[in-house]
């Protein structure tokens, strides 16, 4: 099987020069928990804009993830490790895949910021086409097919069961949403984009009916995933979002995503779901829809939020760029800027078509 060290997917940083990790600290405080090989060497994943994340490994070939918030310019309750070792070790009991956890340091007094230390998963991790083309068009057929199912099965989890039921608020989760993503664009946005105010206000008039609540990821998409050779989901990452709500919000999100060969406009620049094998957006509702039993004829609501969200959140990675947050080789941040032009109107189209398809 492939791993995450591929190509393309880690920068490797020396422990004496990497920014974020106290090596000694680390290694005493991993060393009470799991049987390691010290010294140990410490590697940032570059495919990542918020949180950092590091490839711990020992001189006996012991792998671990370490996960923590950006250096400086943090906002408040962005970047909650504990919350997101709390859900990742929950669902460790379902079938939901994710990577089991080692431990949490909550506070700063090991390594200057709470983080958590995970397994190490092998796997793909499909960021661009070139990644897509590890596995072959039926793998690639299987990871979209596996995608969809493994979120509905994430939508099946009754929270109270794993011991989520107090994770978030149940009700109003779209308008929770806007609240939040509005009031982080508003403190971290570099320009005034009126596309952003005009969806906000619009999305806020028309927010449809929830059913009822479910874990929401917040940000499910292909390159959040680990695949193994044959495109079944290994592991699912990146859950400092998650909280209760309404799951329609993270088929939304997958689908603005999920580019296809001859869109207009791209989410993700270079996606690998432009790759032959994927399928295609009418496919993904339709197993979702088979898998859930979820009416999904409003979704394009659902898009025009996600679009929206993305805007904003890329508008704090901006942000965070500029002020050099993001640690070493945190280059070309110019790019965002752009993008998070194209996503507001994106947004703002999207939310025209629905509000046509509603009348």
Not at 6 to 28: H, K, L, N, R, Y
Request: a negative charge.
């Amino acid at each position: 099987m492939a791993d995450q060290s591929a190509p393309g997917t880690f920068g490797t940083v020396s422990s004496e020069e990497i920014q974020g990790v106290d090596a000694a600290a680390v290694t005493a405080w991993l060393g009470d928990r799991v049987d390691i090989a010290a010294p140990l060497d410490f590697e940032l994943i570059t495919g990542g804009h918020s949180n950092l994340t590091f490839r711990v490994t020992d001189q006996a070939g012991g792998e671990w993830v370490l996960r923590r918030p950006p250096l400086g310019q943090v906002l408040a309750t962005a970047h909650d490790m504990s919350r997101e070792h709390r859900i990742i070790s929950a669902l460790a009991a379902t079938d939901v895949p994710v990577a089991p956890t080692v431990g949490l340091s909550a506070d700063d007094s090991v390594n200057g910021a709470p983080f958590y230390v995970m397994d190490f998963v092998a796997g793909h991790v499909l960021r661009n086409r070139a990644a897509a083309e590890d596995l072959d068009p039926g793998a690639r057929a299987r990871a979209g097919h596996d995608l969809v199912d493994v979120l509905a099965r994430i939508h099946a989890v009754d929270p109270d069961t794993v011991g989520l039921g107090d994770l978030g608020r149940r009700d109003g989760y779209i308008a929770r949403q806007l609240k939040r993503w509005y009031g982080q664009w508003e403190k971290s946005k570099t320009r005034d984009l009126a596309a952003v105010d005009t969806v906000h206000s619009a999305l806020a008039a028309s927010i449809p009916d929830q059913g009822p609540a479910t874990i929401v990821h917040g940000d499910y998409r292909l390159d959040n995933c680990l695949l193994t050779d044959d495109g079944s989901v290994a592991a699912v990452l990146d859950w400092e979002i998650c909280t209760l709500g309404d799951p329609l919000a993270d088929i939304g999100l997958l689908l603005v995503y999920w580019v296809e060969p001859d869109d207009a406009f791209s989410a993700l620049p270079d996606a690998a779901t432009t790759s032959d094998g994927f399928p295609r957006r009418a496919q993904l509702l339709e197993r979702y829809a088979a898998a859930s039993g979820r009416d999904l004829g409003g979704i394009d609501y659902y898009v025009a939020f996600g679009y929206w969200k993305l805007a904003c959140i890329l508008e704090g990675v901006l942000a965070r760029y500029q002020g050099g947050s993001m640690g070493q080789g945190a280059e070309g941040w110019e790019v965002f800027a752009r993008q998070v032009e194209m996503l507001a109107q994106a947004a703002e189209d999207t939310m025209a078509k629905a509000e046509a398809s509603s009348t």
